[in-house]
């Protein structure tokens, strides 16, 4: 089993930054890690995800402003987010997907709030 637990989240001001953090507990090994959020009232929709050897992908609407990257012997992906707006405001989900099944974990997500 995996055991995804993600930390960061919070209040920032409009225009600020925040950067998340997320491990992937497990003795399985980790493939492919990924941010998803959802906006209230709106479906879950990806941040961005990196494969285990670095190739990163983003959503059309978040790359110029968020990062993400990974430490594969600490199984952690961090997102770091800039020039946050009000419409950032989301619960930000992690998540971790295994080789042997291919099966993807969900952490309990972190809220982030954007004030204007």
């Known amino acids: 089993q995996v055991q995804v637990v993600e930390s960061g989240g919070g209040l920032v001001q409009a225009g600020g930054s925040l950067r998340l953090s997320c491990v992937a507990r497990?003795?399985?090994?980790?493939?492919?890690m990924g941010w998803y959020r959802q906006i209230p009232g709106k479906q879950r929709e990806l941040v961005a995800f990196?494969?285990?050897?670095?190739?990163?992908n983003y959503a059309e609407s978040m790359k110029q402003r968020f990062g993400i990257s990974r430490d594969n012997a600490k199984n952690t992906v961090i997102l770091q987010m800039n020039s946050l707006g009000p419409e950032d405001t989301a619960v930000y989900y992690c998540t971790a997907q295994t080789y042997s099944s291919g099966s993807t974990y969900w952490g309990q997500g972190t809220q982030v709030t954007v004030s204007s």
């Open positions: 990196i494969t285990r050897s670095g190739n990163a």
């Open positions: 497990s003795t399985l090994s980790i493939s492919t």
